[in-house]
């Protein structure tokens, strides 16, 4: 495949952007591709590994003549590493993110984007609990959506040439306003996390029941929370302080949803819970139908050999 882009600098090399760098040398979709970490760690992994062509010890060096610029760092960081790049940044270059909210990644970056390069939030609603150069793989975007959220006279054709890079990695792509995308992740990714955080937390805090009670009896839906709870804590520490807002709603609607089901189950209304267990199972049909997860029992897992 012709390259989309000639040079493309990654700044942050964990999953999502080893996974991308992966999925770009698989599809031949960059000529060449420089890193930059803030951990020496990372950097040499991504040598090691290869998926980067070049690893720099600054965020400044690893931009300079790059045709697209990857913020792929915590949401808290992007401002400090924005102001970093903004003067090194080559004229009619794309900037783009992949953090899970939008509206606060755009007031720290936007204002130091010099101009005639177009910045194009971004949100690859895509990952696992691993995190860490290591973890990435070129897979990882496929059938998967990744979500822009562009600013009103945004450089159509800037907005047009990365979409097909998203594309070309397998992803789905739509655009959205930013208040929205982050309202919806909200509903979707951020409170669902939060709450497989306290559920977690209340069995640790349960000492009638042991660890290895907890560990040894996990059923299929504590042992999902855990999954979902092992996630890099400092990348959800920033989201949840970033979309205050929209996660603060959301879990006020859920409080009020979970104070019913109490009622319910004080009073013996079978009736209520089984209704509200059908509607809740129809929304699962809906994410397998669309093909954001497999129906294959125990939710496609590998078994282990029992013998």
């Given at each position: 495949m012709t390259p989309i882009y000639d040079r493309v600098a990654l700044i942050g090399l964990g999953l999502i952007a080893s996974s991308m760098a992966h999925a770009m040398k698989a599809q031949g979709l960059a000529r060449e591709i420089a890193g930059h970490a803030k951990s020496a760690e990372s950097r040499a992994a991504a040598l090691e590994i290869g998926f980067c062509d070049t690893v720099h010890d600054s965020a400044a060096a690893a931009v300079a003549g790059a045709d697209l610029v990857v913020l792929a760092v915590p949401v808290c960081a992007m401002g400090p590493i924005a102001a970093e790049i903004g003067p090194h940044l080559a004229p009619g270059a794309t900037?783009?993110?992949?953090?899970?909210?939008?509206?606060?990644?755009?007031?720290?970056?936007?204002?130091?984007?010099?101009?005639?390069?177009?910045?194009?939030?971004?949100?690859?609603?895509?990952?696992?609990?691993?995190?860490?150069?290591?973890?990435?793989?070129?897979?990882?975007?496929?059938?998967?959506?990744?979500?822009?959220?562009?600013a009103a006279g945004t450089d159509p054709a800037a907005v047009a040439r990365?979409?097909?890079?998203?594309?070309?990695?397998?992803?789905?792509v739509d655009e959205m306003d930013a208040a929205h995308h982050d309202l919806v992740l909200a509903v979707t990714s951020h409170t669902p996390h939060l709450i497989a955080y306290t559920m977690v937390g209340v069995a640790d805090d349960l000492r009638r029941v042991t660890d290895s009670e907890v560990i040894k009896y996990s059923a299929a839906g504590f042992r999902d929370f855990t999954r979902i709870a092992a996630s890099d804590p400092v990348m959800w520490r920033d989201v949840f302080l970033t979309n205050k807002e929209a996660t603060l709603e959301i879990l006020g609607r859920f409080t009020e949803e979970l104070f019913a089901l109490q009622?319910?189950?004080?009073?013996?209304?079978?009736?209520?819970?089984?209704?509200?267990?059908?509607?809740?199972?129809?929304?699962?049909?809906?994410?397998?139908?669309?093909?954001?997860?497999?129906?294959?029992?125990?939710?496609?897992?590998?078994?282990l050999d029992a013998g």
């Open positions: 900037v783009t993110d992949v953090g899970s909210v939008k509206q606060a990644v755009i007031e720290a970056v936007a204002p130091h984007m010099p101009p005639g390069v177009a910045f194009i939030p971004g949100h690859p609603i895509a990952g696992t609990e691993h995190s860490g150069p290591r973890s990435g793989f070129a897979t990882l975007f496929r059938n998967r959506w990744w979500l822009l959220t562009p990365f979409r097909r890079l998203c594309e070309a990695m397998g992803a789905h009622r319910a189950i004080r009073l013996g209304d079978g009736q209520h819970l089984q209704d509200y267990f059908t509607r809740t199972r129809a929304i699962r049909r809906g994410i397998v139908e669309a093909g954001q997860d497999t129906d294959a029992p125990d939710f496609g897992r590998v078994k």
